[in-house]
T-cell receptor, first 117, second 118 residues
Framework: EAGVTQSPTHLIKTRGQQATLRCSPISGHTSVYWYQQALGLGLQFLLWYDEGEERNRGNFPPRFSGRQFPNYSSELNVNALELEDSALYLC????????????????FGAGSRLTVL | AQKVTQAQTEISVVEKEDVTLDCVYETRDTTYYLFWYKQPPSGELVFLIRRNSFDEQNEISGRYSWNFQKSTSSFNFTITASQVVDSAVYFCALSEAKRVQGAQKLVFGQGTRLTINP
């Protein structure tokens, strides 16, 4: 079974540009989560999508947005990039569904490393 | 608000030593779940264990063991006879059990970077 796959592995952008990161969940998983792991700051929750809808959002500005497609894959868009957006962006998937259970285990991808110059 | 604290930023030990990674959490919920994840240099977080708030039994899996104590809000992780392959960043995490839209995400601690030296 394929795991959570993310692309691109690495991305280099300059300030003010836009970045798009992509995530394919494990087959059968309907929920996708995005986390930001900036250097020394641990993992910060960004977004949670399920069944094509945004279910929850972390404390990030509106220039961080995303969507989930009918096949449950997801993309994260970061507009007007700033230097502090440089980080590893991790995607995770789970079988959440509408019957959310905190017990569900999130399976993570290897991440996309975004560098903003 | 939920919070997870991993006070040890970095730990370095010599191979075969035992090492304990501390995790302290805060939550107002009576039902919650605690997790440990391992992040090797490749970057991918690997699930290690899940424990619900009603199960305080300690768990052992090979060289890994976990000590959950609600009285001290701690969920510590011990590696016995450490090996170089155990070198990684380890994260403790907490999740609510609410079943409503907009429900809680997984809240992570800051992580502990464990280095096992040969």
């Amino acid at each position: 079974e394929a795991g959570v796959t993310q692309s691109p592995t690495h991305l280099i952008k300059t300030r003010g540009q836009q970045a798009t990161l992509r995530c394919s969940p494990i087959s059968g998983h309907t929920s996708v989560y995005w986390y930001q792991q900036a250097l020394g700051l641990g993992l910060q929750f960004l977004l949670w999508y399920d069944e094509g809808e945004e279910r929850n959002r972390g404390n990030f500005p509106p220039r961080f947005s995303g969507r989930q497609f009918p096949n449950y894959s997801s993309e994260l868009n970061v507009n007007a990039l700033e230097l502090e957006d440089s980080a590893l962006y991790l995607c995770a998937s789970s079988l959440e569904g509408r019957s959310f259970s905190g017990a569900n285990v999130l399976t993570f991808g290897a991440g996309s490393r975004l560098t903003v110059l | 608000a939920q919070k997870v604290t991993q006070a040890q930023t970095e730990i370095s030990v010599v191979e075969k030593e035992d090492v304990t990674l501390d995790c302290v959490y805060e939550t107002r919920d009576t039902t919650y779940y605690l997790f440990w994840y391992k992040q090797p240099p490749s970057g991918e977080l690997v699930f290690l264990i899940r424990r619900n708030s009603f199960d305080e039994q300690n768990e052992i899996s090979g060289r890994y063991s976990w000590n959950f104590q609600k009285s001290t809000s701690s969920f510590n992780f011990t590696i016995t006879a450490s090996q170089v392959v155990d070198s990684a960043v380890y994260f403790c995490a907490l999740s609510e059990a609410k079943r409503v839209q907009g429900a809680q995400k997984l809240v992570f601690g800051q992580g502990t970077r464990l280095t096992i030296n040969p």
